[in-house]
């Protein structure tokens, strides 16, 4: 065997801390090594022209490659080799640079290191067998969770690109939390109004399937070939013959229950259409205060509707369909306030958050658009804006910014100042966070335009006096403590992963972070793609966005898919788990341990059990290869002879053993 | 019987006699012994800790091995003051360096560990509110109370690890399970100008004010107490700042313990209500007389 071996300069990044011309001196002794060279952008054009042209030149049969990461540049590199004319898994790559130059100073070290890393490198080449990949179907239809701004975008896109789209809504209405919204920064143009055609047109489109008040109950298979199952959860209501008229809502005697549309500001019927925008337009029951659910008698609803579309006895009912790729818009909860005692835990019914606030603004709202307390249904004269409650907290384990609030603030400042000329706000702020277009501009047209008063520090706590609440609060600017006596305080909530959402990425093997939020693929190349190919973000699911933000990243997600979908075939990747079936017992260990469902066992031609890989499931995760008592599977590209021969390179046994073989 | 290592603080010995006396009484009605620290001293709070530390910690450091000596693990105190010093020393104790230098200053270096708690602590976790309700044999069925904690009971949190440090209800839960009718006071953790009460008049008076307008502004009949500093300010000062503020608060201070005395049936004369400046005849006259039991 000839191998090659390339060591990579990047710049100041690798060479800075390792004598790369050693490494690469040291390296031409290896065994098998042909020739050895240091490079100065091992990836650069002119860096992979160096591999084709040595590859060629010396009829090499192998490349190491000692430079950054795997995840960055082993498909670049395993391109090159292949254009070189040799199969692209005779490419090994060795970590010198997040495995030693950043992490160490110590050149002559590192320089050790980085020979040892490559070292262990070219004992794994020497190993290793060509793998050719599979071709197999794509499905061209794409499953989209979430049926928020993002979401739908998401699903408009796909659609008009051509693609079917399956959109799953866990709400009785897409819309997500901008239909909540009353106006929208920094344009003050209605909500509603620019989402609510959206909305109609997923309605209304012959490519989308539309499943609300439904959820993901599991995930199987690949990239091109998933299976999802749909649980449709039960309505109580045939929503074939449902015409959404409404009638059954002004009968239902129960409506006591809080309204979670209007954010438990109002009550709402037990069957309800959450809003007049709603798509679909449907009516559903809530099982939970529904008179006839809970005690057996009452079926108001059913005697008054004109199209007999009640039905007490209907069931969940689970929709399996195949797709090819899968977006995830799930968005964003808001932060539970009550974690905060010094601001009344919920004991002071003027203290709302923000989102209800926009409730009391939206003129569909329980008050009409007509700000009033909801303590007395005063129209308040003051009213407090506390930014960061929830964000930028670490005592309440939330040290992050959630982006939007300095700017929905301003925003609820400016429409309160409409809605009552003689009011006057305060927004304590810790600083103000307007990057977007025009969104600085905004922020100080509800200072200088609106009379909003900024004051930065955060406020210490609130309390009754009467029929007004005590703000006692800091400003740092002047140095002095300050009490606002306020008729409404309005707490400016930050965002946190939306609920259930970990639950969600472990069917979808997606890795939330530590607070629960979506992990992209790489910060700022992938930033709408996962770990999981054929698995794709869009929105706040991944972090908190304002609405520009999710809007774009709907369509940079289907664009994503469109352009995955627009193949009629993918390759399988050929690292996977194979079995030795001489040496398989039929145990079965390994289709317990799989976490894929990828073994099944099957019957040899004698009637033996034996364990069988379903190539295009497997993930090649290994685990059934260290499960395996009787070393029958191993896995490609990771044999135990390969891992071994680099445990062996690292430290070498005393006496030598050829596993060559 | 649940059994506690009592440490009384100085104040107990002087001007809150009556906190003192009262809380002994309520400990043996409600079947929690008290068992004194022998030769108790300071624990260096107010004084000492200002200057230094580890002074400071000796002091307490002192008391913590008495009481450790007793073979108790959990030393009572009615005072948040030296509650929190107690604790600190505790805390602080746990640091190896620290403790050496501190064990260098004491004739016995104290080695054993015990747990500070204030009574309110143990009669809550220990006593528990049910079993307190269960003995009340009068309650104060008519009276509006607003219990106050005071800044230090319960922070910093995570040194005091009891309660809610901002919405703290052990309080609450003890006069409510005494039949009074508890008000909820949003002030109940707000400084009363304590350290200021030599230097600033004017600070004490504006911040004891404070709380006496909240409490005015409730209709409550009288205010509840855990701490000989609050007390003080809110009923000795009361006086001075009607002066000051040009007021005319004239609400009872009583401590949570003569409150739960009376309830559980203690003779008048441990609870010492006779000390307090201001006049309780007319809050205790809204309690109204058991109804017959038939």
């Known amino acids: ?661 | 019987m649940s059994k506690v290592a009592y440490y009384p603080g100085c104040s107990g010995q002087g001007t809150s006699l009556e906190y003192d006396r009262s809380t002994r009484a309520v400990c043996a009605a409600v079947g929690l012994e008290l068992v004194d620290v022998p030769d108790w001293s300071c624990c260096g709070s107010s004084p000492a800790h200002t200057v230094n530390h580890v002074l400071s910690a000796a002091l307490s450091a002192r008391n913590l091995d008495l009481a450790h000596s007793l073979g108790l693990d959990v030393v009572a105190t009615p005072c948040p003051s030296c509650l929190t010093n107690l604790r600190n020393a505790a805390l602080e104790m746990e640091d190896e360096a620290f403790r050496d230098t501190v064990n260098a200053l004491l004739d016995r270096p104290c080695a054993g560990r015990v747990d500070p708690q204030s009574v309110l602590q143990v009669l809550v976790e220990q006593v528990g509110v049910d079993e307190v309700a269960r003995r009340v044999t009068r309650p104060l069925t008519g009276l509006r109370v607003a219990c106050y904690y005071g800044c230090i009971m319960n922070r910093p949190p995570e040194r005091m690890r009891f309660d809610d440090h901002e919405n703290p209800m052990a309080m609450d839960r003890l006069m409510e399970a005494a039949g009074a009718e508890v008000a909820p006071f949003p002030l109940k953790v707000e400084c009363c100008g304590a350290s200021f009460g030599v230097p600033r008049g004017d600070i004490v008076a504006r911040l004891s004010g404070k709380l006496l307008d909240a409490a005015r502004g409730l209709g409550v009949d009288a205010v509840v107490t855990a701490c000989p500093l609050c007390q003080m300010n809110l009923d000795l000062r009361q006086s001075q700042i009607n002066a000051a503020l040009r007021e005319h608060f004239r609400i009872p201070v009583f401590y949570y313990t003569q409150l739960l005395g009376l309830a559980l049936d203690v003779p008048r004369s441990e609870l010492g209500l006779d000390r307090l400046c201001v006049d309780p005849r007319l809050a205790l006259g809204k309690i109204k007389a058991p109804a017959p039991v038939r």
């Open chain 1, 1 to 661: 065997m000839r191998i090659g071996v390339f060591i990579c300069h990047c710049g100041s990044n690798i060479a800075g801390t390792v004598d790369v011309a050693a490494v690469a001196r040291a390296a031409a002794k290896f065994p098998d090594v042909a020739y050895a060279t240091d490079t100065m952008y091992a990836c650069s054009e002119p860096g992979q022209e160096g591999i084709v042209q040595a590859v060629q030149e010396l009829q090499l049969d192998g490349v190491v490659v000692a430079s950054c990461t795997p995840r960055m540049h082993e498909p670049t590199f395993r391109r090159t080799v292949e254009r070189a004319g040799i199969n692209r898994y005779f490419f090994e790559m060795a970590n010198i640079r997040e495995h030693v130059s950043w992490i160490g100073k110590n050149t002559e070290r590192n320089t050790a290191k980085a020979i040892e890393l490559v070292r262990m490198a070219v004992e794994k080449l020497r190993r290793n067998r060509p793998l050719i990949p599979k071709r197999f179907d794509v499905v061209k239809r794409v499953l989209i969770i979430g049926g928020g701004v993002a979401g739908i975008q998401a699903a408009l896109d796909c659609a008009d690109g051509g693609q079917e789209v399956v959109l799953v809504e866990r709400e009785q209405s897409i819309g997500g939390k901008m239909a909540k919204l009353d106006k929208t920064f920094p344009t003050i143009d209605c909500s509603s109004c620019v989402l609510g055609p959206k909305m109609v047109d997923v309605g209304q489109h012959p490519k989308i399937t539309l499943h609300t008040l439904a959820e993901i109950e599991s995930v199987s298979g690949y990239v091109g070939n998933f299976q999802v199952t749909i649980r449709k959860k039960a309505r109580f209501v045939d929503w074939s013959k449902c015409t959404g008229c409404g009638l059954c809502m002004e009968k239902c005697p129960s409506r006591k229950a809080p309204d979670p549309f209007n954010e438990g500001l109002c009550t709402a019927p037990s069957i309800n259409i959450p809003f007049p925008q709603a798509i679909p337009k449907k009516a559903a029951i809530n099982p939970d205060t529904c008179i006839m659910k809970q005690k057996g008698k009452c079926g108001l609803c059913a005697k008054i509707c004109p199209v007999k579309c009640i039905d007490f006895d209907q069931q969940d009912e689970l929709v399996t369909v195949d797709v090819g790729a899968i977006v995830v818009a799930t968005g964003y909860d808001l932060f539970d306030w009550h974690k905060y005692p010094q601001y009344g835990q919920g004991r002071y019914p003027d203290v709302i958050t923000s989102l209800q606030y926009e409730r009391l603004l939206s003129a569909s709202g329980p008050t009409g658009g007509h700000i009033k307390r909801p303590s007395d249904g005063k129209e308040p004269k003051t009213v407090v804006f506390i930014q960061c409650v929830g964000s930028r907290d670490r005592s309440v384990d939330r040290p992050y910014c959630s982006g939007f609030c300095c700017m929905y603030t301003a925003k609820q400042a400016i429409l309160t100042k409409d809605h009552i000329p003689d009011s006057q706000s305060y927004v304590f702020y810790m600083d103000i966070r307007s990057p977007g277009k025009g969104y600085d501009e905004f922020t100080r047209r509800a200072m200088e335009e609106y009379g909003a008063q900024y004051v930065r520090g955060r406020v210490s706590m609130i309390y009754p006096k009467g029929d007004q609440l005590v703000v006692r609060g800091a400003d740092t600017l002047a140095g002095t403590q300050v009490e606002v006596a306020a008729d409404l305080v309005v707490l400016a909530v930050g965002a946190e992963a939306a609920r259930g959402a970990v639950a969600l990425g472990e069917k979808l093997r997606v890795v939330p972070d530590q607070y629960g939020f979506f992990v992209e693929s790489h910060p700022k190349l992938k930033p709408v793609e996962t770990n999981t190919a054929g698995v794709f973000l869009a929105g706040a699911c991944q972090g908190p966005k304002d609405i520009p933000a999710s809007v774009g990243q709907g369509s940079a997600a289907a664009a994503k898919v469109l352009a995955l979908l627009s193949k009629d075939q993918l390759e399988s990747d050929p690292q996977v788990s194979r079995v030795t079936p001489a040496r398989c017992v039929g145990c079965g260990k390994c289709v317990q341990t799989c976490p894929f469902g990828a073994i099944k066992l099957v019957e040899d031609r004698f009637g033996n059990p034996k364990a069988e890989v379903v190539e295009t499931v497997c993930q090649g995760c290994g685990i059934c290869t260290v499960t395996c008592p009787q070393g029958a599977i191993q896995l490609e590209h990771f044999t135990d002879n390969q891992i071994l021969a680099e445990v062996n390179a690292l430290c070498p046994p005393r006496i030598r053993v050829n596993y060559a073989s």
